[in-house]
């Protein structure tokens, strides 16, 4: 069943809210019968305004979920050592249960390893190579799986979407979308094929006129031509593109990956952009914050 505008839109703000109402119920749960109470830290170096943005986004969704959070703000100075101490010393803390770095951070530092340096078990983002691994294995399962991919699971499972059989294709291979997503399809029991920018432009174009469920995360507006997709299909949009746009007052408006209005027309479901995958993130976060396995790990 879909909800939104159109029949076959996605509200993704309505999942999302839905998700994180559960989210809530389950925190207080953890609060009352095991006296938990979740706890997320949120590392933040430097000094990007869209960085702050993104936290307080998360911040509030905490808020609204009864999960305390603890931003900890470090100045674009901060060195990787100084960068790993706050790191360790989050680990430690027995009242703090998933950490993430907001990324990007300054040029100087070194990501990989910073990342390394968050123990598995409070890796909320689902990014440590061990959750990755775990992902990537059958018969076992991640602590946290990461936020987006889960996010447009999520949609599917709540629109009822067939994935075992089915055919997914999955544009984009980045650490945060593209293969984590390709692996969860996988263990869904769809047949996956991934494809990236090295990929010839006419295979593109015949994966995605294969695809039953298509998923597009690469971040380039309007790539995937709306008559290639399948009628009947399932169209999920991850790609969050800025474009120009003189009408709108800050002089730009988003876009996702897909050409959107051609798409619609063939598509059994789709995700528009903004308003689909986007607000499915945080959701995910909060899940995976409040996530009873991981904490239960912890406790
Ligand atoms: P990324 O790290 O830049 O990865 C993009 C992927 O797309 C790469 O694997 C790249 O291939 C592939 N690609 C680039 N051009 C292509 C082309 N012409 N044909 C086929 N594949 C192509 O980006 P990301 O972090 O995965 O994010 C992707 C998009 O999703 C972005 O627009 C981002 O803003 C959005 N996003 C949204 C959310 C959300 O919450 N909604 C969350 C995360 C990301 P190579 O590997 O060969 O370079």
């Given at each position: 069943m879909s909800q939104g505008g159109s029949s076959n839109v996605i509200d993704g703000r309505r999942i999302s809210q839905l998700v994180q109402e559960e989210v809530k119920l389950h925190v207080e749960q953890l609060k009352s019968e095991h006296g938990v109470e979740p706890g997320l830290a949120v590392l933040i170096i430097?000094?990007?305004t869209d960085s702050q943005v993104y936290v307080k986004h998360k911040v509030l969704a905490c808020e609204k979920c009864g999960i305390r959070s603890v931003k900890v703000e470090l100045g674009k100075e901060t060195t990787q050592e100084e960068a790993e101490r706050v790191v360790r010393e989050l680990n430690g803390?027995?009242?703090i249960h998933g950490i993430l770095v907001q990324l990007p951070i300054p040029e100087h530092l070194d990501e990989k390893k910073l990342l390394a340096e968050i123990s598995f078990e409070k890796d909320v983002d689902?990014?440590?190579p061990t959750?990755?691994?775990l992902l990537a294995m059958r018969d076992r399962k991640a602590l946290a799986q990461p936020c987006t991919p889960s996010g447009v699971m999520e949609i599917l499972r709540r629109e009822k979407?067939?994935?075992?059989?089915a055919k997914a294709v999955v544009v984009g291979r980045s650490n945060i979308v593209g293969i984590p997503m390709a692996l969860l399809l996988l263990k869904a029991n769809a047949t996956v094929e991934v494809v990236?920018?090295?990929t010839p432009r006419a295979e593109l174009e015949s994966a995605v006129k294969s695809a039953d469920i298509l998923v597009v995360a690469a971040g380039k507006a309007g790539l995937v031509d709306g008559s290639w997709i399948k009628e009947g299909s399932v169209v999920i949009d991850v790609g969050m593109n800025s474009i120009p746009d003189a009408s709108k007052k800050n002089g730009y408006r988003l876009v996702g990956d897909v050409q959107y209005d051609e798409a619609a027309k063939r598509a059994k479901l789709i995700t528009p952009v903004p308003g689909g995958v986007g607000p499915m993130t945080v959701a995910m976060l909060m899940h995976n914050t409040e996530g009873g396995r991981r904490v239960a790990s912890l406790t």
């Open positions: 430097g000094d990007r803390d027995s009242s689902g990014f440590h959750n990755i691994g979407v067939e994935t075992k059989g990236h920018s090295q």
